[in-house]
């Protein structure tokens, strides 16, 4: 299932645990220059999830540009005996627009469950922010045929916030085989997944909702994946740590038309 509704674009870069200080300052007001210049900038929404403590650098550095900042997670606690926890109105209050919640790693490495994730998600929106729910499959997982049954599994808590929540958040598909592996799921792999998902939202009213991609993505194959019908954008992690390949990939995210 597809949808007939012109949705905007989205390059969202996800930095993981890597950075400096100095690294930073450069790729920034690398990514910052070149997409100034760029004569797609207004055709595409782009912006860059970075660590905790790089929050106020990003926020110096992007204020009055086009490219937005936010966080990779959050809690879902507004404040508290929490150690080492940051809330929403903490990432607000530096001027984050995004924040991933449900990345495959956190899930993985720190136990998350989907109603967790959607608790987070919850917790994003009420602090005014953009939650990215990241959902995907593992290499077992997609072997043993059930890609669409997992990622249905993994959408349900989410869905199950009701109409105005969904309406409010973005979705990114990253296969878990896919991610930092070098592997990168077909265009048709993806959009199958991703009409599935148009499906899933569609069915709760919301069809408008953005759906990237995120596994491997590169400037080589940018175009290719965000040609498919129900890819709105994607979640870049390590090119996005080069400007240049990440300025391609957003300029794919401007320039290339859905089949």
């Known amino acids: 299932m597809t949808t007939t509704q012109k949705i905007r674009r989205l390059v969202l870069g996800n930095w993981k645990m890597h950075g400096s200080l100095a690294a930073n300052g450069q790729l920034l007001a690398a990514i910052r220059s070149g997409w100034n210049q760029s004569s797609h900038a207004a055709a595409c929404d782009v912006g860059v999830c970075v660590p905790f403590p790089y929050l106020a650098?990003?926020?110096?550095?992007?204020?009055?540009?086009?490219?937005?900042?936010?966080?990779?997670?959050?809690?879902?606690?507004?404040?508290?005996?929490?150690?080492?926890?940051?809330?929403?109105?903490?990432?607000?209050?530096?001027?984050?627009?995004?924040?991933?919640?449900?990345?495959?790693?956190?899930?993985?490495?720190?136990?998350?469950?989907?109603?967790?994730?959607?608790?987070?998600?919850k917790a994003a929106l009420g602090a005014g922010l953009t939650p990215v729910v990241c959902v995907g499959e593992t290499l077992a997982e997609r072997e043993a045929g059930r890609t669409l049954a997992v990622i249905g599994e993994q959408l349900a808590p989410v869905l199950a916030l009701g109409k105005e929540a969904v309406a409010a958040l973005v979705l990114a598909y990253e296969p878990v085989w896919a991610i930092g592996t070098g592997k990168t799921a077909s265009p048709e792999q993806a959009q199958e997944v991703h009409a599935a998902m148009r499906a899933a939202v569609a069915q709760a009213g919301c069809p408008g909702v953005r759906l990237l991609y995120g596994g491997s993505v590169k400037a080589a194959n940018a175009a290719s994946l965000f040609a498919m019908p129900d890819i709105d954008g994607g979640l870049i992690g390590g090119a996005s740590l080069v400007a240049e390949e990440f300025l391609r990939i957003a300029e794919a995210g401007a320039t290339t038309r859905s089949a």
């Open 57 to 121: 650098q990003a926020e110096s550095a992007l204020t009055d540009s086009d490219i937005a900042w936010g966080a990779q997670d959050l809690s879902v606690h507004d404040q508290g005996a929490y150690t080492g926890e940051v809330s929403g109105a903490m990432l607000a209050e530096f001027g984050c627009r995004y924040v991933l919640v449900g990345h495959s790693e956190r899930r993985a490495m720190h136990g998350e469950t989907s109603q967790l994730v959607a608790e987070k998600a």
